[in-house]
Each structure stands twice: as structure tokens, then as C-alpha cells.
């Protein structure tokens, strides 16, 4: 781990270069690129005061550590091995029909055409609606 001094030398030599890097930007391509340059290199200060570049280091060195631990521990690539089979997993079940999805039994139900009248008994509000265009004179 760094400490307060070492983020401060490392903050002030990138917030140096920055600025030196926004004025060049400023005289050969013009305000805007050096407005650009100077807003990032304010960035970097600005995490320093906050102390969020130090956690930057330590999320930074996490990740380092983890990495290097999983390069050389058969158990992590067991563990990786699992969890790309559970993925797979996932994505063949999505692919497969469910019990939720009711199937239609083609040769039990046939189809009806458009003047075929109800089957008697099947369906009482049909049968209604039925008796009614028939009172009206439309069926």
C-alpha cells in the first residue's frame, strides 16, 4: 500500500504533466482542447483530496491480488468450470418448452369454420349470442 505522501507526489507529478499537456493543447488546437485537457487533469486532484484515488489503489490492488491468486489455484478454475456450466444451464432451460405452456391436441379439437354452428351444449354465452342474431334476423 501507498501512503498519503507517496499519492501526493504521484498527484502533483500527473497534475504537472496535465497541465503542461492542456497548454500545449491550447496553443496548437485552440481553447477548447485545452479546456478539455485542463478538466481532466483537475480530475486527478480532485480524487486526491476526496481520498478517492487511494481507494482506486486499493480496488486496484484487490483486483491484483485476486487475479494472481486465480491464475495458480486449481480450485478457482473448479469454481470458474461451475459457474460457466451454470450459465449454459440457464440459457439451455430458457430454450426448452415449459409445463407452462399449454400444448393444443391437434386431433381432438377440429377446426371450425366461420358458419359452422356451436356445438349444442358447448358454450351457453355462445349459444345466447347465437339465439340473439338469430332473433334479429343477422344468422
Known sequence: MLDSVTWGAF?????????VGAWL???RRGLRAGLRWTAAT???PAAYFTRTLKMFGRIGSAIADWATSFVWNPL???GLALAVVSVLLFFVAARLPG???PKRDE???APRGRGAP??????PEMAEIEALLK????K
Open 11 to 19: 498527484t502533483l507529478t500527473f497534475t504537472v504533466l496535465g497541465g
Open 25 to 27: 493543447a491550447y496553443r
Open 42 to 44: 483537475l480530475l486527478l
Open 76 to 78: 478457482v478454475w473448479v
Open 99 to 101: 409445463r407452462d405452456r
Open 107 to 109: 386431433t381432438k379439437a
Open 118 to 123: 356451436a356445438l349444442p351444449g358447448s358454450d
Open 135 to 138: 332473433q334479429r334476423g343477422i
